[in-house]
């Protein structure tokens, strides 16, 4: 929804302010608002234009043309303009392949007979002149949708995801798009998908749309620029994927006040997740938006920008870095992050120079700097520490891996996945693991650390020492504010639309403390890039008044090795796991389960198994351990949750 579809409008003085909870509570939000209280309220934000219509394209002396899905964005003059026959789309194919510059514009595609379609099934279809494909499917409507191939986030084939109601996971990282309007509905990512019109024309299946769009796979939305007639501030503390999605969604929902995002990095926000697995990442590759991006949309970057207090009365928030001052705020989300956890001088004896840790760009330049042809130990062995791990193989000259437990990834994917992932990979690349020890003695001359001396008895030589042993939220600055905050892990506590216990603020990102709708509403500190993101956006449309509560299913991946293990789902508590497939063949699928209920499932070489799983919790399915021994790729239980009869 941009501003030529609509107007721009300033905050409800209500803002959706929260209501202070009882001590430790979760804060209590008042209730969404409704269409009668807009109606009450001339100062409420305007509900969101309708889609356009679809429209009826004239035919003569041609089969009945029954339109299947429009896009949204596609006009009335483009429709009409598109060729309506079969043998008009023969020709517009030939003008295709000749370089006809009059297919820019349009496309018509006889995409199959309709009797060859099936419910659930999705395909490609080829496009003459075009590079790229269009995917046609079939809903469990029965609803025929087409839409671009590739997901926005890494340019999966959303073909070989997983397809749910009006809507398709990818198989990689389990973004989920529209099947009707491509938009997003589940992240990581910044862009939708295109769409295209689909008509049955006599027994065939018809694909239409503008050429462009079949090639540029990403559709970037619209967005509202600020406007001089608003009065409303909504500064937002964290340059993280949750401060830019909470700032496009703003500007996406026609908010047109200012929006100032406070990052503490010289760099616009970027794809933290590569970090680990690309040390050596160009900080300009890896930006989620460019500076002009945000420039253009009149979202006011500042970068270097460190928060030194924010006082709740006045609505000011004071920062230090580039500039010095204090900025005032109608409306303020806090998605500050989280921060590594550091090893204490008093406990390594000293200040150490070559002690890294692995948070910001700058972290990641320095540690590949300094370990690349040397000899590194790692501290941890969890998702950063193997990650890092593996990506020294073959530019370090040895690899230690000093570990609390007894293999890697043992808290996150249990036992027997991580024997196989030391075993079949790391064991295999050289790299040295020591399991079940902790540090007892550091030594080393001129802040220089040389060894460290194990609880077995073992030392361990070295040119750099990384410490991978875990993040807190970074709310430090918080700590003795009237936020309320969780009183052992200090993380920010909010409710399902990320409102906390004072007015007009809320949070988002790794900092908070949330309700887990896909499990029973648990509370907890998820640092996923998928939930971030989606708590990103749920703050925004709770700040215009469009509140909804954040629904997404955790979802995560780790890749090593060129080889990604996929994660969804919450494995707090888990008693029994149930794996299919194979481990020393690295090709399995592992589900983590709770009083015999399934809240977690990993896979290797096994998609798009752990994108159906996430999608039939974000249905509200209960999954058993006798349906997955029964059913352990969940296609037929996925049919079964989604079949709608006709």
Known sequence: MGCEQSKSFTLPASGGAAVAPAAAAAPQSPRPASADDNNKNNNSPPPPPPLEAPVKLETKDEPEVKIMAVNSGTSARNLKDLPSSPSQSQKANAAAESGDPAFSDNFEVVACKIDEMQVGEMRHVAVPGAKQQVLLGKGFDGDYFAMGTACSHYSALLKNGVLGDNRIRCPWHGACFNTKTGDIEEFPCNDGVHVFEVQTKGDEL????????????????????????????????????????????????????????????????????????????????????????LKEHDIDLRKSSKVESIDFDQKTVSIIGATNETIDYTHLVIAVGQRVRQLAESVTGGKWNNIHYLRTLDDAKALHEAANGKRIAILGSSFIGMEVAAYFVGKATSITVISRTRVPYQAAFGPEVGEAIKTELFDKKGVTFIPDVSIEAYTGVNEVLQSVRLSDGTTVEFDVLLAGIGTVPNTDFLHNTSLSLHPTTKALIVDEYMATNIPYVYGAGDCVEFPLASHDNVRCTIGHWNIAHSQGRTAALSVVGKRKPIQSVPYFWTTIFTKSIRFAGFGEGVSDTFIHGSLNGLKFVAYYLREGRVVGAASLMYDPVVSRFAELLAKGAVITKEAVMEDPELTKTAEKVFAVPH
């Not at 969604?249 to 929006?259: I, M, S």
């Not at 010289?266 to 460019?290: F, M």
């Open 206 to 293: 018809i694909i239409r749309g503008e050429a462009k769009n079949v090639d540029n796979q990403k559709r970037t939305f619209p967005m509202c620029k600020r406007s001089s007639d608003s009065p409303d501030t909504v500064v937002i503390i964290g340059g993280g994927a949750a401060g830019l999605i909470c700032a496009e969604t703003l500007r996406k929902e026609n908010f047109a006040g200012k929006v100032i995002l406070l990052a503490s990095e010289d760099y616009a926000p970027y794809d933290r997740p590569k970090l680990s697995k690309a040390l050596d990442s160009d900080g300009t590759k890896i930006v989620l938006r460019k500076e002009d991006f």
